[in-house]
């Protein structure tokens, strides 16, 4: 081999070097940051060439007041974990109601709602299909047959939160009684004429106690660092090309009763969506 192709390969392998190592410039060390180009090019290409649905993980909020999550590690083993770091990419409501009370079993709801203003609907229950949330008697306070003071249909709200060293983000479903801290987090990032995709979130778990005596675990948010001009395009470039899947997750009783599971989406290439960021 001459020393024109040594130097060559050298060359080549130092710069491959270069490119899979963090940053130490970055932020946060994520791929979308340190890797744009690369990782946006890979999603594409191989998501695009996929059938059926797309996996994210789903975070689990444990009961009775415990203050530790639980994610799936690299070995798809449960971990518990006191904090979940990264840049939330993508945020919204849902709602869901269940006939039937819940199992521990991955049940779809009786009906839902994507965008918490049309139900699928359960003729079978006396809900039409297109029914409007905001008159539906399953979602007024009072209709829960449990408590008699609560609603029936259960709000939540979807968090996708992209973690350090990974390229996917992982599902946090919030129940109702954390939904007020992210509206209130959200609001002090928008005080400030931030978007919540350009800072670093750090979501930590919180002992409360209901009126009952019951105690349980609400999420609370902070901010730990504000992403620069350049690492927010790049989550924005990210969040757009994810966006079809984050948005596409089947709804399941997993992400009411904290139980942790795969959250299936289906992938859609970023030319065919709408516009949102």
């Not at 975070?59 to 083993?77: H, L, N, R, Y």
């Not at 139900?119 to 539906?136: N, V």
């Not at 009072?142 to 992982?170: H, T, W």
């Amino acid at each position: 081999m001459s020393d024109n192709n040594k130097n060559t390969e050298v060359a080549t392998q130092e710069s491959t070097d270069i490119a899979t190592q963090p940053d130490p410039q970055a932020t946060i060390n994520l791929p979308a940051l340190t890797q744009k180009e690369e990782a946006l090019e890979v999603m594409q290409e191989n998501l695009e060439g996929m059938e059926g649905q797309f996996k994210f993980d789903k975070v689990k909020i444990p009961s009775g007041g415990g203050i530790s999550f639980e994610v799936v590690d690299e070995a798809g083993e449960p971990t518990p974990v006191k904090e979940l770091k990264g840049v939330v990419v993508d945020y919204y409501p849902i709602n869901a109601w269940w006939h039937d009370e819940f199992s521990g079993e991955k049940n779809a709801p009786t009906c839902s709602s994507m965008d918490c203003k049309t139900g699928t609907g359960s003729e079978e229950h006396g809900i039409p299909a297109g029914q409007a949330c905001a008159k539906c008697p399953k979602n007024q306070w009072g209709s829960d047959p449990k408590s008699g003071r609560g609603k029936a249909c259960k709000n939540m709200y979807r968090v996708y939160i992209l973690q350090e060293d990974s390229v996917f983000p992982v599902l946090l479903a919030l129940p109702p009684t954390s939904i007020g801290n992210w509206k209130q987090y959200v609001q002090r990032l928008t005080n400030k004429l931030k978007h919540y995709y350009s800072v670093v979130t750090v979501a930590k778990l919180e002992k409360d106690r209901n009126e009952g005596g019951i105690e349980y675990s609400k999420v609370s948010f902070a901010k730990a660092a504000d992403l620069t001009p350049a690492e927010k395009k790049a989550i924005k470039d990210y969040a757009r090309t994810m966006k079809p899947a984050m948005r596409s997750v089947a709804i399941d009783s997993t992400e009411y009763n904290t139980e942790s599971a795969p959250a299936e989406g289906a992938y859609q290439s970023p030319d065919n969506e709408e516009e949102g960021y």
